[in-house]
């Protein structure tokens, strides 16, 4: 019954690995995100799609590479981790996000990733 | 995008009326203000959006003065699951709402 799902909930791995994250949403949203919330809780968008397209794509370096196989998927596929990617990754997803109305975002329950 | 600021923590009792202010001084004419509420090891969470006045649902109210250069979040009677960090973010059509940005957020912790 979960409306938007994340895995795994905890990653921990080495520097220089390459990892992914899956999320799946339910709701029938056409607008997905990912967001990087670091140590002291600031919440910074990284990525969104809007029906497969990306639409955003914040200063993010390009290891991160997000893929949509379809609208209800959005993974976080990451290279060559470095310690300062350790954050919680949360997926969310909203009706489609239009520049000129508001359409409210839901949150996954975040991904935990830490490098070592 | 407009700037928020937000008190960083703030302590209440179970029972209590809870205000939470933000400032947003640069606020542009066509900008609304969105409320997120987030538990602990939980994603963020709608609670409210307005663009003046008053608005109210069945979890808060949120009162926009007239110059619209803050506004308030109001928590009626606080329980202790109302601990959360609470965000408030300021976008609109001409900045864009798939960019809102959320800032560092209030964080609350009721008490019995």
Redesign the interface.
């Known amino acids: 019954d979960t409306a938007v799902s994340q895995t795994p909930k905890y990653l921990v791995t080495q520097m220089g690995n390459d990892k992914s994250i899956k999320c799946e949403q339910n709701l029938g949203h056409d607008t997905m995100y990912w967001y990087k919330q670091d140590s002291k809780k600031f919440l910074k968008i990284m990525f969104s799609y809007n029906n497969k397209e990306l639409i955003i794509n914040e200063t993010v370096p390009n290891r991160f590479s997000p893929k949509s196989p379809d609208k209800a998927h959005l993974n976080l596929h990451i290279n060559s981790l470095e310690l300062g990617d350790s954050a919680v990754y949360f997926c969310a997803s909203s009706p489609r996000q239009r520049r000129s109305s508001y359409n409210e975002q839901f949150f996954g329950p975040g991904t935990r990733l830490t490098v070592l | 995008l407009a700037k928020t600021t937000q008190p960083i923590s703030m302590d209440s009792y179970e029972g209590q009326e809870v205000n939470i202010t933000c400032s947003h001084n640069n606020i542009a004419t066509n900008d ?1 203000i ?1 409320w997120y509420q ?1 538990f602990p ?6 609670i409210i ?1 307005g663009y003046k006045t008053k608005v109210t649902n069945e979890v808060a109210s949120l009162f926009i003065p007239a110059d619209r250069k803050s506004s308030t979040l109001s928590l009626p009677r606080v329980s202790l699951s109302d601990t959360a ?1 609470y ?1 408030c973010l300021v976008g609109g ?1 001409n900045t ?10 209030t964080r609350l912790l009721v008490s019995p």
Not at chain 2, 41 to 46: E, I, K, L, M, V
Not at chain 2, 96 to 105: D, E, I, R, Y
């Open positions: 609304y969105t987030q090891s939980q994603g963020p969470r709608f959006q960090v965000y059509p864009g709402f798939q960019k809102l940005v959320f800032g560092t957020g």
